[in-house]
């Protein structure tokens, strides 16, 4: 298992390297003097001056392109100019609040969702089934954002049980103690995950249905194990085989719905900061958080394609 | 046509597509109905209620008609939400089926720059899309077109690379057709239905992007509506003037689910496999439609089956697998049912637990009495509990039938615990011993191995042992030897020979090989479309064949070292079970049959444990009709039919 790991590690670094190099040409699309257009309103001479100097934007592209690389291998992304912080602080302060909100809708939705669709494939064209269908349904043509927003008028305005505001992040930065913490991500962390809950939901329903005709299946029934073994233990297995990457793809849409909820619910995470930064023209914010944040989740991909390679003895590590 | 007509026999794909309908029509007529001017600002009537002065929908923060604004922002939003869905479908599938028409070092490039785009998580690469274009509702749909592209790439080149190598287009080369003249006409009409398809699923969720993006102010720029601000703009006052946001909210809501609903609609009418009800799921236990009252029990053995009948209901067609088949085994017996591969054996077999998948398959009549307990019919618990106890099944191919993902120890300690109540310790030790007991070397390092690392001689021994795990009464092996090579069939065959011996098991051996029932059966049952046409002590029925059928089934036996007897197969192929002839099954292959055969059902005649079902037997069995014997069988020479027949 050690190797396995090793060598998808070593095979990430490409994925990596393709993906700075993605995030660089697209900041290149940028029409016009780069530096005024960094700066905006603030394209004085002098500070026009320093971001070429900075980004060494004389330079033809592929240079350009290893100066920010070897840079960024130094841990150096660059200055935010509208925070006047380094890029790197601010996006990794960012993205644990935003790792928290999307680590435990992920949760939620991989547990319900694949429960949801477990149930909905035994009890096929049943009631449960049509129900939870329809739920889905609802799930996947809602906009998070929309969801959110009711949430917060139906138990924060109405009911008054959680805040629709005003998580301050985690406790060591200043945030809330865990009760806090928890008090305030009830509501975005549930809006989030319903939406990838009814993807979850679909795709293990089909795999469950695929499962149950194999002829293990029949052998488990052969031998008497009860209905209740056969789905959640027979064919839970053998479905998670596919499920779980699919687990692995919804973290993406997990994550991208995060920006959306984090604007609902004015939560301090990444995707915030980038929308603020786009706005206020903070590019160097934007390429470092969107390099940072796209590295973070291929290395999780990786802990997925390991949990893939546990469970099913047949993959070679 | 027909996939139209199928769309629309799915109800909620028609309600989908209706309503989808109405939201563009209202969109196009948009400009020409009596509405307030969208951007009309009015500060007297801000956040007005539904109703209130003249506003259907209230006006937002700034005095706006929210219903003005809403329609028209109902037009931008679909517009943006289709024009991205077509630009990602034509781009991508412009890079799929380059990819896969010229494979090779193309179709690795552009894969590789797919699979990196993919690497994202999508709203990373739209926002920074939209942080080099600048916040713009072109630039957000260039966006979302962009991270989409990918899905369609990649679902294009799969579909490309089937249709690439197609004889038509090998055709086209050969012509001397240019490249694009084969990807315009060849390769695009075959692909467009995928297009389409992937499109339909997919532009929902566009049109959530697009209205996401919107949303975070990077979309649509103030004081243009679209969905997606407006609800934007209403997430601002949302505690104060919650009403804003319901319009555009629940607009998005309604045409990304009519969307969707058509989507499945059609993703589900292009589906094959929905049709034909392959997808349904098997339920515990074969459904049991039995009309009339069950065959009283015998006592004849410790398994009897009295006119069991077995169908598959299909849409449209039944398929008669079992017609009524009465059979019994005693302890310490073994029975073989042969036939060719179709012939209902199989079926047979798992009817007796009501392992049939249900559906389609439907158990219709006759009874199934195990130590004198009908189990057709049975309540679920009692079955479960006679399952894997006293009935066990040994089936074919153990690569298939045992549990990929769970070690063979795990699977009998399981097949133990499901019937005792023993400590895992208890059932481990006694799984060991069954691997021993079928001869597993090893056994100890062997318990814990995946069937996948076992060669097939070994894991039908575990298949074996799992069916000894609960020292049951009967054993049905359904054709346990057919995936195996001569020599490890050989094994298996005189493994469950001495089983039977010294547990006294009565097994009901399924084959479609004679030379096998020779070695191992007291008695044979021969099946035929569903029926038993003849039975017998083996002995008997080798000797003397009394059917046709069996006749020719024996020649087909190769003998070893003789080469005195060319093989002949059986000339024409079974009758499809839906369709079954009036009188004998066999007549349309049967070089005897007289027209009488042909007009009433043949019973099955005979005493004491032998009788055939022919009017006109190849030997003298009593109480059946006057042996008749027809020609020898004669080789035949091998023509294409018979090839085909006999696979």
């Known amino acids: 298992m050690g190797s396995y790991i090793l060598k998808r590690l070593v095979s990430a670094v490409p994925v990596v390297l393709g993906l700075t190099i993605v995030v660089f040409l697209i900041m290149a699309m940028i029409p016009g003097d780069p530096a005024t257009a960094i700066l905006g309103a603030y394209a004085t001479p002098e500070n026009v001056a320093r971001i070429n100097r900075d980004l060494g934007l004389d330079q033809p592209l592929p240079v350009r392109y290893f100066i920010w690389l070897t840079s960024l291998l130094q841990g150096d992304f660059g200055r935010s100019y509208s925070l006047n912080r380094p890029v790197l602080d601010e996006v990794w302060e960012r993205f644990q609040a935003t790792l928290l909100l999307a680590g435990a809708s992920f949760v939620i939705c991989s547990i319900l969702g694949v429960a949801a669709g477990v149930v909905s494939a035994a009890r096929q064209y049943g009631t449960a089934d049509k129900a939870i269908t ?40 200043g945030g809330g103690g865990f009760r806090d913490v928890a008090h305030h991500l009830v509501l975005p962390a549930t809006a989030l995950a319903l939406v990838a809950l009814g993807v979850i939901a679909r795709l293990s329903r ?43 793809l919804q973290a993406g849409f997990v994550l991208s719905g995060a920006v959306y ?52 003895p047949r993959i070679k590590t | 046509m027909t996939t139209l007509a199928l769309i629309a026999r799915n109800r909620l794909a028609l309600w989908g597509g209706i309503v989808l309908i109405l939201v563009i029509l209202l969109a196009l007529v948009t400009p020409w109905l009596p509405l307030y001017p969208p951007n009309a600002t009015d500060p007297s009537i801000k956040n007005a209620w539904f109703g209130e002065e003249g506003h259907l929908l209230g006006t937002d923060h700034l005095g706006r008609d929210i219903l003005s604004r809403l329609l028209w922002g109902t037009r931008v939003s679909l517009a943006i939400g289709f024009a991205s869905a077509v630009i990602a479908a034509v781009l991508g599938a412009a890079i799929g089926i380059v990819a896969g028409y010229f494979g090779g070092r193309t179709d690795n490039i552009l894969m590789r720059l797919i699979d990196l785009i993919m690497g994202f998580p999508y709203i990373l690469l739209a926002l920074a ?32 690379v089937g249709i690439a190598h197609k004889e038509f287009v090998d055709a086209a080369k050969l012509a001397g057709m240019g490249h694009v003249r084969i990807i315009l006409t060849e390769i695009l009409p075959n692909v467009v239905p995928v297009i389409v398809v992937a499109a339909s699923t997919t532009v929902g969720w566009m049109i959530l992007e697009t209205a996401g993006l919107s949303f975070l102010g990077l979309g649509s720029q103030p004081p243009d509506p679209d969905l997606g601000s407006m609800l934007g703009l209403a997430k601002d006052s949302l505690i104060t003037d919650p009403h804003v946001s319901y319009p555009p909210g629940l607009m998005i809501l309604i045409i990304v689910m009519s969307i969707n609903l058509l989507g499945d609609g059609i993703r589900d009418a292009l589906d094959p496999r929905l049709r034909s009800g392959a997808l349904s ?38 398929y008669k697998a079992v017609g009524g088949v009465t059979l019994a085994v005693k302890p310490g017996e073994c029975l073989g049912i042969i036939g060719e591969s179709g012939s209902g054996k199989s079926v047979t077999a798992l009817s007796v637990m009501g392992l049939v998948a249900s559906p389609p398959g439907v158990i219709t009549g006759g009874a199934v009495y195990v130590e004198g307990e009908d189990t057709v019919g049975m309540p679920y618990r009692q079955l479960r509990a006679l399952r894997g106890d006293r009935v066990a099944y040994i089936f074919q191919d153990p690569l298939a039938t045992l549990h990929p993902l769970f070690t063979v120890g795990d699977q009998l300690v399981e097949a133990i615990r499901v019937h005792h109540r023993v400590s895992d310790k208890e059932a481990r ?43 049951p009464e009967v054993i049905i092996a359904d054709e346990p030897t057919t995936a195996l090579d001569v020599t490890v069939q050989a094994q298996i065959l005189s493994l469950l020979s001495d089983l039977r011996r010294e547990r006294g098991l009565a097994i009901v051996f399924i084959t479609h090989d004679f030379g096998v029932v020779a070695q191992l059966c007291d008695r044979v049952a021969v099946m035929y479309a569903g ?5 017998g002590s083996t002995s008997d029925i080798l000797r003397s064949p009394a059917h046709p059928y069996t006749k020719r089934l024996i020649a087909c036996v190769p003998e070893l070292g003789e080469g005195k007897r060319a093989l002949a197969a059986i000339p024409g192929l079974p009758p499809a079970v839906d369709r079954l002839p009036d009188g004998c099954h066999f007549a349309d292959r049967c070089p005897k049959a007289r027209d009488v055969c042909r007009q009433d059902d043949v019973a099955l005649m005979g005493q004491g444990g032998r009788a055939v079902r022919c009017l006109f037997p190849e030997a003298e069995v009593p109480g059946a009709p006057e042996a008749v014997p027809g020609p020898p069988v004669e080789a035949e020479p091998i023509t294409a039919d018979r090839v085909e027949a006999a696979q």
């Open chain 2, 129 to 160: 899309i939209v942080a080099a274009l600048g916040p713009g509702l072109m630039n957000a749909l260039i966006a979302v077109a962009a991270v989409n592209i990918p899905f369609f790439a990649r679902n294009i080149r799969g579909v490309t």
């Open chain 2, 531 to 535: 029926r038993i046409v003849e039975e």
């Open chain 2, 429 to 471: 030790a006694k799984a060991l011993e069954l691997l021993k007991q079928v001869r597993i070397p090893n056994a100890e390092s062997r318990i814990d191995s995946y069937p996948h690392e076992m060669s097939g001689g070994m894991r039908q021994r575990v298949g074996i042992a799992m069916a000894l795990a609960n020292d």
């Open chain 1, 261 to 312: 909820i984090e604007k609902v619910f004015e939560w301090p995470g990444v995707g915030r900061m980038l929308v603020d930064a786009i706005l206020q023209r903070d590019l160097l914010l934007v390429q470092g958080g969107v390099v940072l944040v796209a590295t973070l989740y291929v290395l999780f991909n990786i802990i997925v394609d390991v949990i893939q390679a546990m469970l099913d």
């Open chain 1, 134 to 173: 329809f739920a889905v349904l609802l799930g996947i043509s809602i906009p998070s954002f929309f969801l959110g927003m009711m949430l917060i008028l139906i138990f924060s305005v109405s009911l008054g049980w959680f805040p629709p505001s005003g998580m301050q992040g985690l406790a060591y930065l």
């Open chain 1, 206 to 248: 089909s795999a469950m249905l695929e499962v149950l005709r194999q002829d293990y299946i029949r052998t488990a029934r052969a031998k008497g194990v009860d209905e209740r073994g056969v789905v959640w233990r027979h064919a839970l297995k053998a479905a998670m085989v596919s499920i779980v990457p699919v687990l692995g």
């Open chain 2, 281 to 318: 799921r098997p339920a515990a236990a074969t459904t049991v439609d039995r009309r009339g009252a069950a065959p009283a029990f015998r006592d004849e053995g410790i398994l009897e089956m009295t006119d069991l009948s077995t169908e598959f209901r299909l849409k449209r067609r039944t």
